[in-house]
């Protein structure tokens, strides 16, 4: 994941306490909730019909769920363990397949029917009452760290430092949690939840494993909650829109020194990009591009028969996106053809040059009403946590983009260095990022009562 654009009005809700009276309110309301607990027959929260989501609180009173709550501070040293161990098991892009069947293993664990479909996503099914309605819990397997990158787990005190450890090491430990918590405490939801670690979120993977999924569940899919990295202090309600561009230029090549004078694609790329990269962006809606790779010939005395170029750009506005490309196109024409007015020589071959689409990320937005997003609220308001909105590019771009409720959130914990060698995760505070992730998603599946099992 990437978090672009953090937007710095918060949600709407009355005035944050200081740290040390929400501590106490907190204190106090969970001692309350015991006292309810002991003090009143079972009372069941079932997922209200409408669009309404049910409440944090009505949720935590019961049993079942007070029992998976529960288990999370019980299980912190084995969730570090399954973190190390899942971030040790390489999944480059397109090469997700190991980490994939060791996900496989530990769903099936947690006594979730599991599968891999043809895109490679690893999908285990907690079956609802109301079966056809599916809720769908995603962290994604890849990583952007290519095959022969070091990703050993080292510890140093309480930090876990590999690369991928966090984003998203810390997304599957949590999916493997909440499974195994529901698992251990017996809980049954009304809709059908699929906890799923999907294929292709990162770079190239353009998304492939989350647009399976979501074409895979047409009419069915009622909410997806995305993991994503460390942390509890934001939520991506937003998607930001990308596109990624592959420029190619191929000439005839030939001898540096006896062929000086031809067309030269290499030259031709840097003179396109060179007036590329003077293109301006608007601050708002905030716009990006990088020139992210270049790649281009076989030997320093060779004049080169190929050279690439790969561009990223993101923007609030799709507008925005349509405009940079086609300035990336009319640069890089411009730069071919002053290339070619350079060059001394008549040319063998042709100097030419096309535009690969190597992905495509659609934006999109919540509503305001989003019942997902209303259980988070929820549960950050019963646990004390504050978070605020962002717009970002996750697996969530997908549903997002059909209308589909969807939001990212981080799995707990602290994390650093992100797409870095020096990568790290604390788990100091992950507990909360658990209860939080797992009120949420129950928010949206609901509950069987009890007693009607
Ligand atoms: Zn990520």
Redesign the pocket.
Same mark, same amino acid.
């Given at each position: 994941?990437l978090r672009i654009a953090p937007q710095l009005k918060r949600p709407a809700r009355r005035p944050a306490p200081a740290p040390s009276t929400r501590r106490a309110t907190a204190a106090v309301k969970r001692a309350l909730l015991w006292v309810i607990l002991f003090a009143m027959p079972a009372r069941t929260a079932p997922l209200p019909r409408g669009a309404a989501s049910a409440s944090a609180e009505s949720l935590a009173i019961q049993p079942h769920v007070h029992a998976a709550l529960d288990w999370f501070a019980r299980n912190l040293s084995w969730i570090n363990d399954e973190q190390a161990r899942l971030t040790a098991i390489p999944a480059p892009p397109f090469q997700e397949a190991e980490r994939a069947a060791a996900m496989k293993a530990v769903l099936s664990a947690a006594g979730l029917q599991v599968r891999i479909d043809s895109a490679g996503n690893v999908i285990g099914e907690l079956r609802g009452a109301r079966e056809r309605e599916l809720v769908l819990l995603s962290a994604?397997l890849d990583t952007v760290f290519p095959p022969g990158t070091d990703v050993r787990v080292r510890r140093e005190k309480s930090r876990l430092l590999a690369p991928g450890i966090s *984003?998203?090491g810390a997304g599957l430990a949590a999916l493997v949690a909440l499974a195994r918590s529901l698992h251990a405490a017996h809980l049954r939801p009304q809709r059908t939840i699929l906890f799923v670690a999907n294929v292709g !979120? !990162?770079g190239e993977g353009n998304l492939r494993g989350m647009r399976a999924l979501v074409d895979d569940s047409a009419g069915r899919l009622k909410a997806v909650l995305v993991l *994503?990295?460390a942390g509890t202090d934001h939520v991506s309600t937003k998607a930001l829109a990308s596109r990624r561009l592959e420029v190619v230029v191929t000439g005839p090549g030939g001898h540096s020194w006896s062929d000086f004078g031809l067309p030269n694609p290499i030259n031709a790329l840097v003179r396109g990009s060179v007036r590329f990269i003077s293109t301006r962006v608007s601050p708002g809606p905030r716009t990006t591009f990088n020139l992210g790779e270049i790649h281009g010939g076989t030997s320093v005395n060779s004049i080169p028969h190929e050279a690439r170029l790969k561009v990223d750009i993101r923007s609030e506005s799709p507008d925005e996106i349509v405009r940079l490309e086609v300035a990336l196109r009319e640069c890089i024409a411009a730069g071919v053809r002053d290339e070619l007015q350079a060059a001394t020589r008549p040319s063998p071959g042709k100097l030419e040059w096309r535009l690969n689409v190597l992905g495509s990320r659609p934006g999109g937005e919540g509503r305001p009403d989003s019942p997902l997003l209303a259980a988070l609220r929820s549960a950050d308001e019963f646990l004390g946590n504050e978070s605020r909105l962002e717009r970002s590019s996750t697996d969530a771009n997908i549903p997002l983009s059909e209308g589909i409720d969807a939001i990212s959130i981080g799995a707990g914990g602290a994390g650093g260095g992100a797409h870095s060698l020096q990568e790290w995760y604390d788990p100091e505070g992950r507990e909360m990022g658990l209860k939080r992730a797992l009120l949420t998603l129950l928010g949206v599946s609901g509950v069987v009562p009890e007693k009607t099992k």
């Open positions: 994941m994604h *984003d998203n !979120e !990162e *994503d990295g």
